[in-house]
């Protein structure tokens, strides 16, 4: 603002310098227009020396003082910007844009007490602008003088009355020293002046809880509602002050509220927001079935509010409804597709039901909303992943890779997927390497012991790490069938066929049964301790729980293993 100022005061400047300049010394006003064009073209070195030649025949101008000072601090050199504009203010005090530039390079040099008396001064020059008093009581604030800028603000009350924003200045000092009885009053004043407006209860009541005194905010609030029954925001928290461990009665309660739809969308979903976090953590049943009547009703007296569909989604996905919840979060995204986290809920669960169609397309739809979003160029490489088009892939990846150098749990997840891709494209060293970087970031992660040790176990490759690596595995997830498989797996290739059944028994007791990969494996085993009839009726079952291997239906086909 103040460089708009002062450039357009240019001309006022310019005439200030001629009224300065004898008739003997003309010239000046020539050399100040040039050192005033070389400072616009931003010749620093050359428009100093033109108005340092005005000061050395007219040493008390005032105009040229404060146009060497911005120039000084056009090339960052405070202490000279200082030291002119100080001359600007000693040669013609009166000049207020002087004052307010001397101020300002005041707080670039760390000396707020100083910008604090300028603008004393400029009060005492204009007593009648308020917004000098803002801002002499900004820079006491600066300078740890918060009482003094109280003071401030009380004589400016005493010209203009009670002005909220003073009011609100006031309330903050005040909490901020520690002194809850005057902030209070402070909002009780503004009450007073203006009686009907229940935004300045609301400020009140809500401060009492911030200091919990919730009896004195449930006062407030009892007489919000007297002048407004249906002040939403005031039956919520009377019906949360009287909630106890009762959260299912209180939600429940909140059903009018829902209805009613006068109240914005914004009061509602403030409300429930937590209970919504806790759904996320517990997966309550209970809460989970209360919150989707209340989401629901939402949805439908807020149809065109995309918020009213995206809460709706997460209490659909954290009741394990993921079908409808995509219904949701789409339905949010043609209202509004500028909200990320939506697009990321989409991807995660096209993600987790394995859609990689779908995966690829809305996380290219997504990019191109948010262009710089790693975690969308992420998900569209584990699509690709998916679909087995691993270049495609390792294009994404390794944006991705790029995108996410400052969020090391993303930078992990990526590395995996890379190893993967490398795998099958049989780029061995580069897919170790990916999985040894993502080793550095998190080496007790169920997710990298698992892969690492397949992939490397599925070449024959360093045998003796992949049987390390599963058999960390089994340490950090015990007693699991995902892990005990990935041992029993080493142990069929390294031909230890015996140690490998004795891991996969455990794996199908602990829950392995259905779990189509490690039934294939269980038949492999079998198969090659001689048991062939066992060996087909599991490679069988596994065919029929959905596995997809490349050789299975072949295996099942001819009752024998088949190269692979």
Same mark, same amino acid.
């Given at each position: 603002?103040l460089k708009?100022i002062s450039s357009?005061?240019?001309?006022?400047?310019?005439?200030?310098?001629?009224a300065?300049?004898?008739?003997?010394?003309?010239d000046?006003?020539?050399?100040?227009i040039?050192g005033?064009?070389?400072?616009?073209?931003?010749?620093?070195?050359?428009?100093?020396?033109k108005?340092?030649?005005?000061?050395?025949k007219?040493?008390?101008? $005032?105009?040229?003082?404060?146009e060497?000072?911005r120039?000084?601090?056009?090339?960052?050199?405070l202490?000279? +910007?200082?030291?002119?504009?100080?001359?600007?203010?000693?040669?013609?005090?009166?000049n207020?844009?002087?004052?307010?530039?001397?101020?300002?390079?005041f707080?670039?040099?760390?000396?707020? &007490?100083q910008a604090?008396?300028?603008?004393?001064?400029?009060?005492n020059?204009?007593?009648?602008?308020?917004?000098?008093?803002?801002?002499?009581?900004?820079?006491?604030?600066?300078?740890?003088?918060?009482?003094?800028?109280?003071?401030v603000?009380d004589?400016?009350?005493?010209?203009?009355?009670?002005?909220?924003?003073v009011?609100?200045?006031?309330?903050?000092?005040?909490?901020?020293?520690?002194?809850?009885?005057?902030?209070a009053?402070?909002?009780?004043?503004?009450?007073?002046?203006?009686?009907?407006?229940?935004?300045?209860?609301?400020?009140? $009541?809500?401060?009492?809880?911030?200091?919990?005194?919730?009896?004195? +905010?449930?006062?407030v609030?009892h007489?919000?509602l007297?002048?407004?029954?249906?002040?939403?925001?005031a039956?919520?928290?009377?019906?949360?002050?009287?909630k106890?461990?009762?959260?299912?009665?209180?939600?429940? &309660?909140?059903?009018?509220?829902?209805?009613?739809?006068?109240?914005d969308?914004?009061?509602?979903?403030?409300?429930?927001?937590?209970?919504?976090n806790?759904?996320?953590?517990?997966?309550?049943?209970?809460?989970?079935?209360?919150?989707? +009547?209340?989401?629901?009703?939402?949805?439908t007296?807020?149809?065109?509010?995309?918020?009213?569909?995206?809460? =709706?989604?997460?209490?659909l996905?954290?009741t394990?409804q993921?079908d409808?919840?995509?219904?949701?979060?789409?339905?949010?995204?043609?209202?509004?597709?500028t909200?990320?986290?939506?697009?990321?809920?989409?991807?995660?669960?096209?993600?987790?039901?394995k859609?990689?169609?779908?995966?690829?397309?809305?996380?290219?739809?997504a990019?191109?909303?948010?262009p710089?979003?790693?975690?969308?160029?992420?998900?569209?490489?584990?699509g690709?992943?998916?679909?087995?088009?691993y270049?495609?892939?390792?294009?994404?990846?390794?944006?991705?890779?790029i995108m996410?150098s400052r969020?090391?749990?993303?930078?992990?997840d990526i590395?995996?997927?890379?190893?993967?891709?490398y795998?099958?494209l049989?780029q061995y060293?580069?897919?170790?390497?990916?999985?040894?970087?993502?080793?550095?970031?998190?080496?007790?992660?169920?997710?990298?012991?698992?892969?690492?040790s397949?992939?490397l176990?599925?070449?024959?490759?360093?045998?003796?790490?992949?049987?390390?690596l599963?058999?960390?595995?089994?340490n950090?997830?015990?007693n699991?069938?995902? &892990?005990?498989?990935?041992?029993?797996?080493?142990?069929?290739?390294?031909?230890?066929?015996?140690?490998a059944?004795?891991w996969?028994d455990?794996a199908?007791?602990?829950?392995?049964?259905?779990?189509?990969?490690?039934?294939?494996?269980?038949?492999?085993?079998?198969?090659? =301790?001689g048991?062939t009839?066992d060996?087909?009726?599991?490679w069988?079952?596994?065919?029929?729980?959905?596995?997809?291997?490349?050789?299975?239906?072949?295996?099942?086909?001819?009752?024998?293993?088949?190269?692979?």
């Open positions: 603002m708009f357009s005061l240019i001309l006022l400047f310019s005439l200030n310098v001629m300065q300049i004898t008739e003997d010394n003309v000046l006003v020539a050399i100040f040039d005033n064009r070389e400072k616009l073209l931003g010749n620093w070195d050359e428009a100093i020396a108005f340092e030649e005005i000061l050395a007219d040493r008390n101008n $005032a105009a040229v003082a404060y060497l000072a120039v000084y601090e056009a090339v960052k050199d202490e000279n +910007a200082e030291k002119f504009a100080e001359k600007a203010v000693e040669w013609d005090g009166a207020e844009w002087y004052r307010i530039y001397l101020a300002a390079v707080q670039k040099n760390n000396k707020d &007490s604090a008396i300028q603008y004393s001064e400029l009060v020059l204009q007593p009648n602008n308020e917004e000098f008093y803002i801002k002499w009581a900004y820079y006491l604030v600066r300078n740890s003088q918060p009482e003094e800028a109280i003071k603000y004589n400016l009350e005493k010209r203009t009355g009670i002005h909220e924003e009011i609100r200045h006031k309330h903050t000092l005040y909490l901020g020293m520690g002194n809850h009885k005057q902030a009053y402070e909002l009780e004043r503004l009450i007073g002046k203006f009686p009907d407006k229940t935004s300045y209860r609301h400020l009140l $009541a809500t401060f009492y809880e911030q200091i919990d005194e919730k009896d004195k +905010a449930k006062e609030y007489q919000i007297k002048q407004d029954p249906n002040d939403a925001r039956q919520i928290a009377i019906a949360e002050e009287a106890g461990n009762d959260v299912i009665g209180f939600l429940n &309660s909140l059903k009018p509220i829902f209805e009613d739809p006068k109240t969308i914004d009061t509602k979903i403030k409300e429930i927001i937590p209970y919504v806790e759904l996320a953590a517990s997966g309550d049943r209970n809460l989970g079935i209360t919150l989707l +009547a209340l989401t629901s009703l939402l949805e007296v807020h149809t065109n509010d995309a918020k009213s569909h995206s809460v =709706l989604a997460d209490v996905y954290y394990g993921q409808r919840a995509l219904e949701q979060y789409k339905k949010t995204l043609k209202l509004d597709d909200k990320w986290p939506v697009w990321e809920q989409l991807l995660y669960i096209y993600a987790e039901k859609d990689y169609d779908n995966l690829i397309a809305t996380s290219e739809n990019l191109d909303v948010f710089n979003h790693a975690t969308a160029y992420y998900l569209n490489g584990a690709y992943n998916g679909k087995k088009e270049r495609d892939a390792l294009n994404s990846l390794q944006q991705g890779l996410s969020n090391a749990r993303l930078r992990y590395l995996i997927e890379m190893g993967k891709s795998y099958f049989k060293p580069k897919s170790d390497n990916a999985f040894e970087e993502a080793l550095k970031i998190n080496d007790k992660d169920p997710a990298i012991l698992k892969d690492y397949y992939y176990a599925r070449r024959g490759a360093n045998l003796n790490k992949a049987q390390n599963a058999a960390r595995l089994n950090v997830a015990p699991h069938p995902i &892990s005990e498989d990935a041992l029993g797996f080493v142990f069929y290739k390294m031909k230890n066929y015996t140690g059944k004795e996969l455990k199908i007791q602990h829950g392995g049964s259905e779990n189509p990969i490690i039934l294939e494996h269980y038949g492999d085993v079998l198969f090659q =301790l048991n009839t060996a087909i009726q599991y069988q079952q596994a065919l029929d729980k959905g596995g997809d291997s490349e050789f299975l239906e072949k295996k099942v086909k001819e009752g024998k293993m088949v190269e692979q």
